[in-house]
């Protein structure tokens, strides 16, 4: 299901809650109908799980949407989205874009204006990657949930903690 849900999600992403939310609820129903987690809330469900909210992963598909536009990899130009700052008081890595001037909400929550404060935000190691790979692999690992609305699972970075009796998404959706 992830898939149809998460499909262009650069183009089309929510920004009102009640629609985040209502696409949250796809996730939400299916996890809450595995067995053992019917009572359980939805951020530990998450955690059990180690599954990321869906609004998380379209944050972590928008940036690594930028990170390709900017550094090339994509066929898509640079010029037609973004902007670098030239500001050499600003604060933060090379690579930071300025925040276009919107008077609509359909243009302050397009792509290249909704992506500009995470990206702006993220660590110089992270922003110049070398490869697209390497980019995402830090990215899942940075704490990102000043720019979520809910509440999302965020990897242990220091060690990884073994639960042999749940239920875990590799091997729920292995078994599907």
Excluded at 3 to 11: F, G, R
Excluded at 33 to 44: N, V
Excluded at 78 to 106: A, C, E, M, V, Y
Aim: glycine content about 2%; aromatic content about 10%; proline content about 7%.
């Amino acid at each position: 299901m992830r898939p149809l849900v998460e499909y262009a999600t650069p183009v089309w992403s929510p920004y009102q809650i009640g629609l985040i939310d209502g696409i949250e609820r796809v996730q939400r129903s299916f996890t809450k109908r595995l067995p053992g987690l019917q009572d359980t809330a939805y951020a530990e469900r998450l955690t059990l799980l180690k599954l990321q909210s869906l609004e998380h992963r379209r944050l972590i598909t928008d940036l690594v949407t930028c990170f390709n536009i900017i550094h090339g990899h994509i066929a898509l130009e640079f010029d037609k989205f973004f902007t670098f700052t030239h500001n050499p008081s600003s604060r933060g890595h090379s690579l930071r874009l300025q925040i276009p001037l919107t008077k609509t909400n359909q243009a302050k929550y397009c792509f290249a204006s909704r992506v500009i404060i995470p990206w702006n935000s993220l660590p110089s190691e992270i922003v110049t990657a070398s490869s697209t790979q390497l980019f995402k692999s830090q990215l899942t690992k940075l704490d990102l949930s000043k720019f979520l609305t809910l509440p999302t699972f965020f990897p242990p970075i220091t060690s990884t903690i073994h639960h042999p009796q749940l239920i875990t998404s590799s091997t729920l959706f292995a078994s599907l």
